[in-house]
T-cell receptor, first 109, second 114 residues
Framework: GQSLEQPSEVTAVEGAIVQINCTYQTSGFYGLSWYQQHDGGAPTFLSYNALDGLEETGRFSSFLSRSDSYGYLLLQELQMKDSASYFCAGVDSNYQLIWGAGTKLIIKP | EAGVVQSPRYKIIEKKQPVAFWCNPISGHNTLYWYLQNLGQGPELLIRYENEEAVDDSQLPKDRFSAERLKGVDSTLKIQPAELGDSAVYLC????????????FGPGTRLTVT
């Protein structure tokens, strides 16, 4: 099976950079996805890493290290609208998405 | 292009009553998922369909939950009878076939069982 761990809460300042970490344990692993969810909203896809390294999409970047069973989401130039919960989710050998418990990002002006 | 559509958005029922949720995925998406999400937690998979076939329903409490996806398009999730612990948000998502790297979610149905 799989389990993913991420911090429950992270606080940052508007305009700054923040990194949300995710470690996983898995018996089969295809890749790591990241989703954003605002309060009362649905999760929306941010990025997916199948290979080691950094994937960049605008202000958001995601990193994966398979040897360390570790990934992170990097958010730059933080804006107040980035306040949300961020989930890492691993794709296992059954093509099932296993979700972390989420990290609540609090942004202060 | 229309996104994933779910209805109703909110539902309040008394325990032991039945309830049903409906989902219409994005056109062309073969894979459909039903998730349950409790406050402060990540989504938990209930069932996954590949076209009409339920390929993963290991987490579906089959004594009270049932689902169908007739014709491989829209889907219905039913709970009968509902229990207090079923109060949660029920999310439907869809994706193209293969590795589910990117799932598209509907707005969810917030169920309150009293």
């Amino acid at each position: 099976g799989q389990s993913l761990e991420q911090p429950s809460e992270v606080t940052a300042v508007e305009g700054a950079i923040v990194q949300i970490n995710c470690t996983y344990q898995t018996s089969g692993f295809y890749g790591l996805s990241w989703y954003q969810q605002h309060d009362g909203g649905a999760p929306t896809f941010l990025s997916y890493n199948a290979l080691d390294g950094l994937e960049e999409t605008g202000r958001f970047s995601s990193f994966l290290s398979r040897s360390d069973s570790y990934g992170y989401l990097l958010l730059q130039e933080l804006q107040m609208k980035d306040s949300a919960s961020y989930f890492c989710a691993g794709v296992d050998s059954n093509y099932q998405l296993i979700w972390g418990a989420g990290t609540k990002l609090i942004i202060k002006p | 292009e229309a996104g994933v559509v779910q209805s109703p958005r909110y539902k309040i029922i008394e325990k032991k009553q039945p309830v049903a949720f409906w989902c219409n995925p994005i056109s062309g998406h073969n894979t459909l998922y039903w998730y349950l999400q409790n406050l402060g937690q990540g989504p938990e998979l209930l069932i996954r369909y590949e076209n009409e076939e339920a390929v993963d329903d290991s987490q579906l409490p089959k004594d009270r939950f049932s689902a169908e996806r007739l014709k491989g398009v829209d889907s219905t999730l039913k709970i009968q009878p509902a229990e207090l612990g079923d109060s949660a948000v029920y999310l439907c998502a869809s994706s193209l076939g293969g590795v589910p790297r990117e799932q598209y979610f509907g707005p969810g149905t917030r169920l309150t069982v009293t």
